[in-house]
């Protein structure tokens, strides 16, 4: 079976656009979202095609050397299946990979992170993505998950203020101010 | 639960204020009729988060009626009438405190505490009876706690935990019958509220347990020995401690965004930005 058509892409399209075609029948085909059983084993059968689809792009891609990028080279390591596993959202299986794994280099630490953060063990991830970052230093994808990280609350912190926060003392304040403004209008 | 949850007002418009105090009030009354007065002491903003959180995921409208308080005598209010959710709310919350009752017992016996306990130790037989299979989960995670405790476990992630599934599987039992997607986001929204209550409430307690030589996980996790000046410790473990509240907060409300607009509420919206916010801030700050 050619596997650009089971993506439904083109021979030509970048990495990115086959990528995001990917995540679109993963998406589709996730097993959680068919009760009926007949339904749920068609969708697992169609993932599994999927996912041997994307695999066999991205092999045939890398030993032509085709378009590198650092994301696509993330897949050459030896944590393909686990992250796939993590894309399936299928948290368990993605860990236990990495816990009988003896490989522990800066991806394993920074697989692991990602692994914690989806469960919400959150200084758990933090220390592993540091650990990641600080083991390979160079490598885009643990740097931006370790300043993601570090930079969480200012994150959350923004995201409330363009909300329309103000705290209660600055509220004050404007009142003040407001009525200082009517007070000399209506003079 | 500890009335850690709650609204910021000076963001809400008047409509949902009077929204939120008739869920209150509704779940108050639901206590009174169902269980008598004593009850009623133990309710908490918490558990009004909860019933609006199930309700707005329902898509479920209420029925109103206007009464007038005790505390409040002069005032006509509005109570939230015939709910289910209010109903079950106010059972878990009486559950819930049951069980911190028996927690404040194990730390300190007094006559006041033990004397409570033989009094709502009824209420706790009839709420297992009831709600088995609930009960039987939310009993297992307060084993699995007690536990860490005892162990005075350094994974904080772990303890937080604990609480944070409580969280979850109260508001997913409300909600059976949704889609199971929809269950997915609505569970870990649960589980991170949830998270950020057990890490905010064990912060705010540091000293107290310094004081009280209690475990506390963030003594555990960054290695409090004993004497050392305790501004100077909050000082150093403060940014991470901050990532640490902040976490939850800023997962909770990622998944928010994720859900359809139709479902979102209003207070839920201003509850878990501005009220979860502010009470970070200043819990952070040392400022009650």
């Known amino acids: 079976m050619d596997p650009y058509k089971v993506l439904g892409v083109n021979r030509n399209d970048s990495d990115e656009t086959i990528k995001k075609a990917y995540r679109e029948l993963v998406k589709k085909y996730h097993p959680d979202k068919y009760t009926d059983t007949d339904l749920k084993d068609l969708a697992n059968e169609k993932l599994q095609q999927v996912n041997m689809a994307y695999d066999t792009i991205v092999k045939n891609r890398k030993s032509k050397d085709y378009g590198y990028s650092y994301d696509e080279s993330s897949y050459k390591g030896s944590f393909a299946e686990v992250r796939r596993h993590i894309l399936n959202r299928n948290y368990a299986a993605a860990d236990n990979i990495l816990r009988n794994s003896t490989n522990r280099n800066a991806e394993w630490h920074y697989l692991r992170g990602v692994i914690f953060q989806k469960q919400g063990w959150y200084d758990q991830a933090y220390s592993y993505f540091e650990k990641a970052h600080l083991m390979d230093p160079s490598n885009p994808e643990y740097a931006t998950a370790y300043s993601q990280t570090r930079s969480t609350a200012n994150a959350y912190r923004s995201n409330v203020y363009t909300r329309g926060y103000s705290s209660a003392d600055e509220d004050f304040c404007r009142l003040c101010q407001c009525l200082l403004c009517t007070s000399l209008c209506c003079r | ?288």
Not at chain 2, 43 to 56: K, P, R
Not at chain 2, 99 to 110: G, H, Q, R, V
Not at chain 2, 266 to 279: H, M, Q, S
Request: hydrophobic residues 35%; aromatic residues 12%.
């Open chain 2, 1 to 288: 639960m500890i009335g850690y949850i709650k609204t910021y007002p000076p963001e809400l418009k008047i409509k949902e204020y009077v929204k939120y105090n008739a869920y209150y009030c509704g779940i108050c009354h639901s206590i009174k009729n169902r269980w008598g007065q004593i009850p009623r002491l133990t309710i908490n903003y918490d558990c009004v988060f909860l019933a609006v959180f199930i309700d707005s995921i329902k898509k479920k409208e209420n029925n109103y009626s206007d009464f007038r308080c005790i505390v409040h005598p002069v005032m006509n209010k509005k109570k939230v009438i015939n709910s289910d959710t209010v109903d079950y709310i106010a059972d878990i919350n009486i559950y819930l405190s049951y069980l911190k009752l028996i927690d404040n017992i194990k730390d300190e016996k007094n006559i006041f505490h033990l004397s409570s306990e033989r009094f709502m130790r009824i209420y706790g037989k009839k709420l297992r009876k009831k709600y088995a299979e609930l009960t039987d989960k939310i009993d297992e995670h307060i084993e699995d706690m007690a536990i860490l405790e005892r162990e005075r476990c350094d994974n904080i992630d772990q303890v937080a935990e604990c609480y944070a599934k409580i969280v979850e599987d109260v508001c997913l039992f409300a909600l059976k019958d949704i889609d199971e997607n929809l269950k997915n986001v609505v569970g870990r929204i649960a589980y991170n509220v949830g998270n950020w209550v057990y890490t905010a409430d064990a912060y705010d307690d540091i000293e107290k347990d310094i004081k009280k030589g209690m475990y506390n996980p963030y003594l555990a996790r960054f290695g409090y020995e004993k004497g050392r000046d305790i501004a100077e410790f909050k000082k150093e473990i403060k940014e991470r401690c901050s990532f640490l509240l902040y976490a939850p907060l800023k997962a909770a409300t990622d998944l928010y965004e994720d859900i359809d607009e139709e479902l979102k509420d209003p207070i839920v919206k201003n509850i878990i930005y501005e009220g979860l916010y502010d009470r970070t801030e200043k819990i952070l700050n040392g400022e009650k």
